[in-house]
């Protein structure tokens, strides 16, 4: 079957760096896009790997590995505004994106 | 240039009624997907639609179809409504349907079946 795995809910404090992780199982891989959803909102696109390593995109970059299916969004400078769910999704060999059940996150002043 | 637009917003439906939902892509997209999302969960393919064909289906009952218009434009149809239907229906559309083409979301119509 086809799995992905994030945390639920992870908490950071304004100002810091937190990393968040996703792991996947899928029948082939296409591709792998980071989203994030503020609550009652769209899900809006971040950043896509494709080949190993890492892409960054100011405060936001996004690694890839993908022998381990393994993945990180990692955000630096934490704003308040950038309390919400974080969510990973992967693109099988159908081109079909499944995607992770979102890690909320939450920030502290 | 407006992004994805959905309508409508809200909709309060009873079981057994039938349902249409509209999304209008992004001007110059060419795919439309369909996703259902339940509260704290990730969202759930339904349907995807490029240059007018269906490109795939998710593992949804046969109650739920759709459609795409010449313009691009896009309608899910879900018959027979089910308490287990509520949900946050997003449309998303992208230039092409490959690998490294983002999916730009609508702001979803908020299903509730009572």
């Known amino acids: 079957g086809q799995n992905i795995d994030q945390p639920t809910e992870m908490t950071a404090t304004e100002g810091a760096i937190v990393q968040i992780n996703c792991t996947y199982q899928?029948?082939?891989?296409?591709?792998l896009f980071w989203y994030q959803q503020h609550a009652g909102e769209a899900p809006t696109f971040l950043s896509y790997n494709v080949l190993d390593g890492l892409e960054e995109k100011g405060r936001f970059s996004s690694f890839l590995s993908r022998s381990k299916g393994y993945s990180y969004l990692l955000l630096k400078e934490l704003q308040m505004k950038d309390s919400a769910s974080y969510l990973c999704a992967v693109r099988d060999l159908g081109y079909q994106l499944i995607w992770g059940a979102g890690t909320k996150l939450i920030i502290k002043p | 240039d407006a992004g994805v637009t959905q309508s409508p917003t809200h909709l309060i439906k009873t079981r057994g009624q039938h349902v249409t939902l509209r999304c209008s892509p992004i001007s110059g997209h060419k795919s439309v997907s369909w996703y259902q999302q339940v509260l704290g969960q990730g969202p759930q393919f339904i349907f995807q639609?490029?240059?007018?064909?269906?490109?795939g289906r998710g593992n949804f009952p046969d109650r739920f179809s759709a459609r795409q218009f010449p313009n691009y434009s896009s309608e899910l149809n879900v018959n027979a409504l089910l308490l287990g239907d509520s949900a946050l229906y997003l449309c998303?559309?992208?230039?092409?349907?490959?690998?490294?083409?983002?999916?730009?979301f609508g702001n979803g119509t908020r299903l509730t079946v009572t």
């Open positions: 998303a559309s992208s230039f092409r349907a490959t690998n490294n083409s983002p999916l730009h």
């Open positions: 639609y490029y240059e007018k064909e269906e490109r």
């Open positions: 899928t029948s082939g891989f296409n591709g």
